[in-house]
């Protein structure tokens, strides 16, 4: 045991090598047991051409045949190891071999039968993968038995023994021990090295998996960082631009307030029209740069709650119904009594009013925009539709892209923020958005949200199919 622990250098490969030791040998050992039931009674020939009395070396070699047939025939139901058939065979064969070297009548004839049990010997450590433990457990058996047969049933002297064939057997005995032990360290050696290897190989493999997972989460990061940085430049340019207008009209007017006497209070009253109107603008830019920035920053949480659709949709149409009666738009609200949604309340009611001023801006007057709901499942959808200028198919497809404005039909101007923030809040309160739109004939954007569980709205047929 501690010949085979001076090796071991991975942890549990004593255990693997064990484990190595027993599949390897599992075929070769119970092959050699097979050959030697067909091969060790052919040696009847050499009985017969030399021994006169070879009919008695007949019987002990079938004898010793038939016994090791019995144990691979029982190996069947008793399922022994593989190394406790390759003792029982080669101890039959051995100690058969030492009995004939004690009947021999002359010296040749010893000497004859001495390489005969030499290369059976020489034959069973070239076969066998043993354990150096399990060679002297052979080698100690042959040893004894021989010096037993021979001192009850030889006729030979010590010194014919010694001198015509003993040394022989016992130059061989030495050289396959030798062999044994140094085949046996040059396998261990072997295979605690290929398990360094499959053990650097699976470090290895473990490395290159890390090594992408970190290149994919780096692409990942870097792709993130190269959108981060257009919709800052984006942020930036919207801030230079839109800013700068409604800020210089300011001090234009703080300019000529200064110089009142040369303004007439109609020219006041129109120059503040028009101020209002930059900075409603100017405020509205600011507000949804501040609520993106927000939902930008970590610990930025949504507030579930139930909403009452219709309420909301009432207070968000009231808020812009100045907007819609200096186009002459109507701003119907169609959502059902009863209708509630789960969501944030802020970032519902900003998705809400930045869809119907999207329809103010792009409708042209005494035009009209729509609020509809439907219940599909578990889920609620609210539709804005308006009856203005449309999208063509470009325009559909980039419409929730950052940095996507035009003017209005009266030349309102756009942020390029709103419908980006729409997709954006509506996605973090669990639900879609998406638009259908035609170049002429209007669009419509719905969004979808996880409905209430107290809602009291009724499903019609339809609805309650899709279910």
Known sequence: MSHENSFVSPPNSLANWRYFLSYKSKRS?????????FIFPVFTLLDYLVLDDWE????????????????????ERFNFSSEFIAHFSCHVVFISLMWMLSWLKTPDQFFIYALNASTAYIASSIFLLWQPRHSIIIVSTTL????LCCFLFSPLSFSDIASHGLLVLMTIIVMTQLYVHYRYTVTFRDFVRQLELNHAYEELKLKNFEINQRNFEVLQQKEKLEELNALKDRLFMIISHDFRSPLHSLKGLIVLLNDSDLISPDEFKMLLKGLKHNVDQTYDLLENLLIWSKSQMKGFYVRQEDIDARELVSQNS??????????????INNIEEGVMVRGDMDMIRLVLRNLISNALKFTEKSGTVTVRSAVVGKSVTISVSDTGIGMDARQKNHAFVHGLSKNGTHEEKGTGLGLMICKEFVEKNNGKIWVESEKGKGSTFTFSLPAAEHSNVKINASQASSR
Do not use: D, P, Y
Not at 144 to 147: N, R, T
């Open 318 to 331: 009231a808020l812009l119904q100045s907007v819609a009666e200096k186009k002459s738009i109507n701003i």
């Open 144 to 147: 004894a038995s021989l010096s």
């Open 56 to 75: 008695l070396f007949l019987i002990v070699r079938l004898a010793g045949a038939l016994a090791i047939v019995l144990i691979l025939v029982a190996n």
């Open 29 to 37: 050992h119970t092959l050699m047991a097979w050959c030697g039931v």
